[in-house]
């Protein structure tokens, strides 16, 4: 078999096409319902999502929240260098440090809050880095919201909350679950009244999502550890959706790892049921589980997601989710009817 090519995922989107700003109301967006049995395409709104939920099916949310990870100081010289955070970890946190090669180990940057941070040794992708006083605080005075950098601007007081889904809750995050940026409470109250149960898992969308895939090899790519939480409720709300025949909607890419990848962790330790897969059961940790075609999902039944960039960990995801003629199809159809793409796009429902 030959080995799946990353440059066999790429795709052309004109620059216009990229979603620099959130809509001003988030469930106003559009969203292309692929359906993978019959290979139909939809065009609809945010909004009517509502329509492709039964009673007894469950709806799976990330609660993590985006922290201000964004950073810029000066040196002792004067140069200008920006710290974007990755991780914390204990009393220091791994960014990424630019211009890092310059940065000697025990430097010390002033940022723009007047608050000290020291440059330290490297990390696992990054440099490690102690700031003088709580992290919290610091990042809180010091912080912006780390957009990415196809949005291609500074960012304002609009994305403090425009990058943030209504329901988030748990601190962690360095780049936003953007599928679940439409939603809103009074849509998912809809949802909730259509006798669909809502349930949260945590995965901290870090570098392991967003960083590049380098090798043309697909398989040879490593993801980066993303730290997550699936709590016994959580579980059993799931357990109890599959063993009746009702559906899981997973929103986001995030969501969905979280789910299979505890579903690939039970199924380590015990066969799965003949009727109704692995029974979960509460995790947490770290996952680096890379999911591309290829791939049995064991839980996901639904998936809302966005548009995501080529040759992306994301984009591979979804293709096996769907296939990858129908994401290619969707993505061409997408780019003709000017869909808004990436971060603040558009989204799309894959049934």
């Known amino acids: 078999m030959k080995p799946m090519k990353i440059s066999d995922f790429d795709y052309v989107l004109p620059k216009e096409r990229i979603a620099r ?3 001003s109301q988030r469930d106003k967006c559009r969203l292309m319902v692929v359906s993978r049995r019959q290979g139909e395409l939809r065009d609809r709104s945010f909004s009517d999502i509502i329509e492709y939920f039964e009673e007894g099916d469950l709806l799976i949310l990330n609660d993590t929240k985006v922290i201000p990870a964004r950073l810029y100081g000066n040196r002792s010289t004067g140069g200008r260098v920006e710290l974007f955070i990755i991780e914390k970890k204990g009393e220091l946190c791994e960014a990424l440090v630019k211009p890092s090669g310059r940065l ?60 943030q889904t209504v329901y988030c809750s748990k601190e962690g995050a360095t780049a936003s679950p953007t599928a ?36 043309e090899d697909v398989e040879k790519h490593k993801m980066h550890k993303e730290r997550f939480d699936l709590s016994q409720g959580t579980a059993d709300l799931v357990n109890k959706v599959k063993k009746a025949g009702r559906k899981v909607f997973a929103v986001g890419t995030t969501s969905a790892r979280v789910l299979e990848y505890c579903a690939h962790q039970e199924i380590g330790r015990r066969p799965q049921t003949a009727d109704h897969g692995p029974e979960l059961k509460a995790e947490n940790g770290h996952t680096d589980l890379f999911i591309y075609p290829g791939y049995e999902f064991k839980i996901v039944d639904h998936l809302i997601t966005n548009f995501h960039l080529p040759k992306s960990t994301l984009l591979l995801l979804i293709s096996a989710f769907a296939g990858k003629d129908t994401i290619s199809r969707a993505y061409d159809e997408a780019v003709r009817k000017e869909y808004r793409f990436y971060s603040y796009g558009d989204a799309m429902l894959i049934l």
């Open 21 to 23: 700003y959130p809509e």
């Open 104 to 163: 000697k180990e025990g430097e010390r940057i002033r940022l723009d809050s007047g608050d000290e941070v020291t440059i330290l040794g490297k990390g696992d992708v990054g440099r490690l880095i102690r700031f003088k006083g709580a992290v919290e605080d610091v990042i809180g005075r010091a912080g912006h919201m780390p957009l990415p950098p196809y949005i291609d601007r500074e960012d304002e007081e609009l994305d403090r909350l425009g990058y």
């Open 180 to 215: 679940g940026l439409h939603f809103t409470m009074e849509l998912l109250n809809k949802i909730k009244s259509r006798g669909v149960t809502i349930a949260y898992v945590t995965l901290h969308t870090n570098y392991g999502t967003f960083a590049p895939i380098k090798s």
